[in-house]
DNA sequence: GGGCATTGTAACGGAGTTGTTACGGCTTCC
DNA sequence: GGAAGCCGTAACAACTCCGTTACAATGCCC
């Protein structure tokens, strides 16, 4: 996603550097801060997507910045913690921090907790206010309840709907076969695996262009169907 | 974390008062058994945080307290052997303990030891509520169930996921080969070791770099396995 | 009442998964 | 040095799970 802003604080300018760099190179907009204080006066004036946050900072540390933040916003924080201090990572976590990382680390484990946060932090706002969704050629409204693939109205039954309106707003999560059936059908389906697997079916038929490779819901054998993931 | 409270059940009164002594002085609060019945009668009423257990005891010995314990909970266990006494780490080990030192110990020693688990038991908890994992190249996200190697996605069945979930909850702790499979395939399983083996070996094709030199999934000859070493 | 859409049930085949067994190397213990 | 135990590896067979299809039951609208 392009552009995203992201606030990082440490005080030590190897690892500022080292972030920036990073993640400017991958596409985000990035923001800097030394100190615990000039973290809350930029976050004053402009809310990131983001904040990395390192524990040990002269005067007011990470965890206390953690708490300012969660006085007044649910932003996603990401905890930079020494290595085996197992205790910081315990009470980030307490503190509502979303994840930790450990120093040091590789530019790929960045890269990669900044875009799994990222990416829930998309996901959860899909499902929340959200009217409508959108995943590649795949359009739902749920007001109207209208869904269209590559620009065309697909006519979807009230149980197929039903389902793929659940799929949508859990979407990029995992969603067992039980769960489907006890939240689309009702209580009393777990276990009746054979009308889940048919209505899968049925609905792949109007959505997928090649049902044998489905390209939303993809199946996890064992387990149960997820809608789109990244990418 | 202050005031958590431990169990020292140890017939030497001289190595009682030690570790009391050290574990009080350390901020703990510790209670006290001189034999194995009494430790089940104290431990009937309340369960501590952590117990440290003397192998040597009067009657019912260390490792049948452990067992007993571990009949019905997974509080921590310490266990105090004799030095050189290498089957009874085993044995141990194998019984659940999740860690043992050898007579005669410095205070030093025990209040690391003590530390080391606890914090473990702490992370443990925090790793319950944590939505991703990461060990070196290693990289897995709980809620997508996606799992990857250096940055590459791996395919993992249902089993197998299962297997790792559980060693990447419980990191850096011995799990012995019984608990693995009572808790991966079921409490009908123990015993059934070839099984364990044979998905041990195939999550590390997928997963290691070089099979014959195992990273993450580290074989504990005669105990079980372990996920990232040691802090 | 007849036609139609919708939904649940049953059956089958194939792909993937899983438990079992066997074997060989390695270590440990007498 | 031989036996026993433990572990990794490999191949195999049974099984599970899923997609697919066909069919029956239900409800709705004209």
């Given at each position: 996603m392009p552009g995203e802003h992201i606030l990082v604080v440490d005080d030590e300018p190897r690892y500022l550097r080292l972030v920036r760099f990073n993640l400017e190179a991958a596409g985000y907009r990035v923001g800097c801060a030394a100190t615990g204080e000039e973290a809350l006066t930029i976050l004053a004036k402009q809310i990131p997507d983001l904040v990395i946050l390192d524990v040990?900072?002269?005067?007011?540390?990470g965890f206390g910045v953690c708490a300012r933040i969660r006085e007044v916003s649910m932003i996603p924080i990401i905890m930079l913690t020494a290595r085996g201090a197992e205790e910081d990572k315990v009470k980030g976590l307490r503190l509502g921090a979303d994840d930790y990382i450990a120093k040091p680390f590789s530019a790929q484990e960045l890269l990669a907790r900044v875009e799994a946060v990222l990416r829930r932090v998309r996901l959860a706002e899909v499902a929340g206010r959200q009217t409508s969704f959108t995943q590649g050629d795949l359009q739902m409204d749920f007001l109207t309840r209208r869904v269209t693939v590559r620009g065309k109205e697909v006519r979807l039954s009230p149980t197929e709907y039903r389902l793929l309106h659940y799929l949508a707003a859990n979407a990029g999560k995992v969603l067992t076969q039980d769960d489907l059936l006890e939240k689309?059908?009702?209580?009393?389906?777990?276990?009746?695996q054979e009308v889940l697997r048919v209505t899968v079916w049925r609905l792949r038929q109007k959505l997928e262009d090649d049902s044998q490779h489905?390209?939303?819901?993809?199946t996890l054998s064992g387990v149960g169907y997820i809608l789109g993931g990244p990418t």
């Open positions: 040990m900072l002269p005067g007011l540390d689309v059908w009702g209580q009393g389906y777990r276990g009746e489905p390209q939303y819901i993809v």
